[in-house]
């Protein structure tokens, strides 16, 4: 059956220090994988997903079928980027999307 | 644009009552999808409808149940409620032409069952 895989409940790093919040994915086919955000009193939000290979906010994520991987990357955390992160799949040709139990990043001053 | 909205915000029922919420997509979106979240079982997949038809369905009971209306609005109910059903219900809208169109999520409507 498919799976997300997020290991850290939570994630702390200070201002400036790299951040890489870990997915794993279990899927036989061909995986749309994506990242979303909630940050305090917000909604969940889309913030990339890896068919666009775009860098939002300074994120990237780059998809590794061979370790079934999909980790989100920054190089330098900022205060701002405090919240709730999710990875997605999305199975092919469905439309229903099957999340990580999400991680927590904590960004301190 | 006007976001996703979802009616009621909070919803309070006893056991065994059923419940009824609601979401209205952004305007021009014709999928909707609905997810429960928990603590325990995190976000999972409830159903997806396009143009009034059920198009996707996760693995829930069938005391879980929706509709989509002509101008895309849906409505989620679930009937006999049980303490488990306890939980965040978010919906999201997106064009639904292919798989990977953003999918925009609502605030979510807060449902305690006691």
């Known amino acids: 059956a498919q799976r997300v895989t997020q290991p850290e409940k939570l994630l702390s790093v200070f201002k400036g220090a790299p951040v890489e919040l870990k997915c794993n994915y279990s899927y036989s086919g061909s995986p749309e994988l994506f990242w979303y955000v909630q940050y305090s009193r917000q909604r969940l939000q889309l913030l990339l997903r890896h068919i666009s290979r775009e860098s939002i906010k300074g994120f990237t994520a780059d998809l590794n079928k061979g370790e079934t991987s999909f980790h989100l990357k920054k190089p330098f955390a900022q205060e701002e980027d405090s919240a709730m992160y999710y990875c997605a799949l999305n199975f092919t040709g469905r439309r229903a999307l099957t999340f990580g139990s999400g991680t927590r990043l904590q960004v301190q001053p | 644009k006007a976001g996703v909205t979802q009616t009621p915000r909070y919803l309070i029922k006893t056991r065994g009552q059923q419940v009824t919420l609601s979401c209205s997509p952004i305007?021009?979106?014709?999928?909707v999808s609905w997810y429960q979240q928990t603590p325990g079982q995190g976000l999972q997949f409830l159903f997806e409808?396009?143009?009034?038809?059920?198009?996707n369905k996760g693995n829930f009971p069938g005391r879980f149940s929706g509709r989509q209306f002509s101008n895309s609005r849906s409505e989620m109910n679930v009937s006999t409620l049980e303490l488990g059903d306890s939980a965040l219900y978010l919906c999201?809208?997106?064009?639904?032409?292919?798989?990977?169109?953003?999918?925009?999520f609502g605030p979510g409507t807060r449902l305690t069952v006691l």
């Open positions: 999201a809208s997106s064009l639904g032409r292919i798989n990977t169109d953003t999918q925009y």
């Open positions: 305007s021009g979106h014709r999928s």
């Open positions: 409808y396009f143009s009034e038809t059920q198009r």
